[in-house]
């Protein structure tokens, strides 16, 4: 894998997939490793993908201070890999926890963003709520599933703050638009691909300023595309609406059946979305 020295000399890998105009694709967990986003449904037949592991993730080097995985503090690191690719604007591509780092960074560097695409963004950087009730209404609209009943019954307890290990276990199949193979893959490798102490740091304190967030994003003139999955707990429809919202130039579109991994619940229908607004 390529790589590239962030501002502490910590050494910080990437992967490309594809041809033609870069894309960077800031991944999720917090802190997972990027290959959980494969090719991102087929989107590196239409622009050249650009997939870093952050710090202390997949391929990239354990940073010397633990306090460098705080979300404010990757910006940097998104920053050097642009200087490395040579490139003076460039197109990002967000996924869940990654939209939030996409964010401080469009708010921190807002002349480097051609175009922001936020799929399925955590809302943690700009302060939106998503309630335990929004997110049971959410659920209840897979009531014919035959996990149903034991996933439900885990989100109640996790949305009244009584939450094990096991009640996350039994609500995997609420974030995927469709429980099948892919899924249960995806959901199995996690633990293997996330640094536990870098996902613990990300949100320390200090790492968000909600407010200063938002007025920066207000100012944003880019384009901007919110992608939500209809059925999708984290990040539901009404909120990623709110979020679309913070920006000037924004769009919504919600995915029909999809959950918090789109592109594994019809890949066709997400590239078309994604592919379109990057072109």
């Not at 009943?149 to 609500?171: K, P, S």
Request: aromatic residues 6%; negative net charge.
């Amino acid at each position: 894998m390529p790589g590239y020295r962030a501002y502490d000399a910590t050494t910080l890998a990437y992967r490309v997939l594809g041809e033609g105009p870069p894309v960077i694709c800031l991944p999720g967990g917090p802190m997972r490793a990027s290959d959980y986003l494969g090719d991102l449904g087929g989107l590196s037949a239409h622009r050249r993908l650009v997939l870093p592991d952050l710090r202390g993730t997949g391929a990239s080097a354990v940073p010397r201070d633990p306090a460098s995985y705080r979300c404010d503090r990757l910006v940097d690191d998104v920053e050097a890999l642009c200087e490395h690719l040579g490139v003076e604007r460039v197109d990002v591509l967000a996924h869940s926890a990654g939209a939030n780092l996409a964010a401080l960074y469009a708010a921190r560097h807002p002349e480097r963003v051609g175009r922001l695409a936020l799929i399925t963004p955590s809302v943690l950087a700009v302060g939106i709520e998503v309630t335990g009730e929004v997110r049971r209404e959410t659920a209840r609209r897979r009531e014919g599933e035959p996990w149903f009943a034991t996933a439900y019954a885990a989100l109640e307890e996790i949305t009244a703050g009584r939450a094990t290990d096991a009640h996350w276990q039994a609500v995997a199949p609420l974030r995927h638009g469709r429980w099948h193979a892919a899924a249960r893959a995806l959901d199995a490798a996690d633990a293997e691909q996330k640094n536990g102490e870098a996902a613990a740091a990300y949100a320390a304190d200090g790492a968000f300023d909600p407010d200063a967030t938002r007025a920066a994003l207000a100012q944003f003139t880019s384009p901007v595309l919110v992608l939500a999955g209809e059925v999708d707990l984290n990040s539901p429809p009404a909120a990623m609406a709110e979020y679309a919202g913070l920006f000037p130039h924004a769009e919504l579109v919600v995915q029909p059946g999809a959950g918090h991994h789109p592109w594994l619940d019809d890949a066709d229908r997400f590239v078309a979305a994604t592919a379109a607004f990057l072109r």
